[in-house]
């Protein structure tokens, strides 16, 4: 997730969808439901400007954790800083 970015987010026509971007610049269309990054994260919620990601991984004890992620949507002046 660390490479990926929010670009946007499509709400008011149905279900809400968004776009993220990798860091070679291709941009993706994500829904509620779809995998994304490497730690299979799920995408629970797209809201205004932000993405809910769940991820699950199994530590070596083979004990399963979760943890909610944030991707959220960069103002033009985060972006320069």
Request: glycine share 10%.
């Amino acid at each position: 997730l660390g490479q990926l970015k929010l670009t946007a987010v499509l709400a008011g026509m149905g279900d809400p969808t968004a776009i993220v971007e990798t860091s070679n610049k291709q941009g993706f269309t994500v829904r509620k439901g779809m995998k994304i990054g490497t730690d299979s994260g799920e995408i629970i919620e797209i809201l205004a400007a932000r993405l809910v990601i769940l991820e699950k991984s199994t530590d070596f004890t083979g004990a399963t954790k979760t943890r909610t992620v944030e991707m959220r949507l960069r103002t033009k002046d985060q972006e320069k800083a």
